[in-house]
């Protein structure tokens, strides 16, 4: 990365917000290879391992970042963007169906069958409590973090796990990708069926097919989502959060506790996600997962997995920046 930036007559912006992804990427159908690359995006640019040796490169290549002296941009750590198992792996917490998964407040689980959280807790993660690995059971394994020298203010605060907001992270399209399928085959939906199901078509598909209280909750769902989605309806958003209050409670009624996952519980936290972050779409994990593919399918042979896609992704950088300069001296 630092290589690429030290090209000449590229112009940067002042200031560069670095967001970060990390997800498993599996090699092949028949083994259990996996990738876990660590995927990176500047914001304002349009267009089981140990953690502390897998973040070492990176978190060295951050600190050469930090304290460069060859460009006249300063480059900071953004959001760092997983999915609950990355997120957990990289904190070194416990996963996700643990007693007391929740990295953002000490709700404790109850098991009914399976871990469930059925309860709202008032007491919210601090970023001391987490640096000094205050609650036991939060934490695994001890690791010397360096993140802080990399320039993250702390691990609590920029290692969001925001994968759990998959369906409402992507604004509506000019044409939807997929013909809208009876609800026979709910079973065999993607995700991209399930996006529009919440934000376009479920208000409609589940009117007279659903109880009046099943109706409603996802109406509310739909409603809070609605409201993080985009700046738009940013005033709002303290709204939101008494809406997200109330579908909970009322999933917990009509499903169970049992049915109150570490998802489910998600949905409490979402609106302080927005008021921190901004709206959902800000942080959407999907063009990162593009991205996965477009590295899996660097991968030729089975011999060497891993220098194949280090020597196919430096190509494809190379390639980049030379376009990118090529276009600005247009």
């Not at 990365?1 to 092949?28: A, Q």
């Not at 042979?301 to 390639?319: D, T």
Request: hydrophobic share 35%; aromatic share 10%; charged share 25%.
């Amino acid at each position: 990365m630092v290589e690429l930036l030290k090209k000449k007559g590229i112009n940067y912006p002042d200031v560069l917000t670095l967001n970060v992804n990390i997800d498993g990427l599996p090699l092949y159908k028949s083994s259990k290879g996996v990738f876990w690359p660590i995927l990176g995006k500047f914001s304002e640019i349009k267009c089981m391992k140990p953690p502390r040796l897998f973040l070492n490169d990176f978190i060295d290549e951050m600190k050469s970042l930090a304290n460069t002296s060859f460009l006249n941009t300063k480059i900071y750590p953004g959001m760092f963007i997983m999915d609950a198992p990355a997120c957990a792996f990289v904190k070194q917490i416990v996963g996700h169906n643990a007693k007391k998964a929740c990295g953002r407040c000490e709700v404790v689980g109850e098991f009914h069958g399976r871990m469930c959280y059925p309860q709202i807790s008032n007491k919210s993660r601090t970023d001391e409590e987490f640096r000094n690995r205050v609650d036991k059971e939060h934490h695994k394994t001890y690791s010397n973090d360096d993140s802080e020298e990399a320039g993250t203010k702390s691990p609590l605060e920029d290692i969001e796990d925001v994968d759990m907001i998959d369906l409402a992270q992507m604004t509506k399209p000019t044409e939807f990708h997929r013909a809208i399928r009876s609800l026979e085959y709910l079973s065999f939906y993607k995700g991209t069926e399930f996006r529009n199901f919440l934000l376009y078509h479920g208000l409609v598909a589940l009117k007279a097919n659903v109880d009046d209280e099943i109706y409603e909750n996802f109406k509310d769902l739909h409603c809070a989502i609605t409201i993080c989605l985009t700046n738009k309806h940013r005033k709002y958003v303290p709204a939101a959060k008494l809406i997200f209050e109330k579908y909970f409670r009322d999933f917990k009624k009509i499903y169970g506790k049992c049915m109150v996952s570490y998802n489910i519980h998600q949905t409490l936290h979402l609106a302080d996600y927005v008021i921190k972050y901004g709206p959902l779409e800000n942080y959407s994990a999907f063009e990162y997962e593009s991205k996965l593919g477009i590295i899996g399918n660097l991968i030729c042979s089975g011999n060497n997995p891993l220098e194949q896609g280090a020597n196919r992704i430096i190509e494809h950088l190379e390639l980049d920046m030379e376009e990118l300069l090529h276009n600005q001296k247009k």
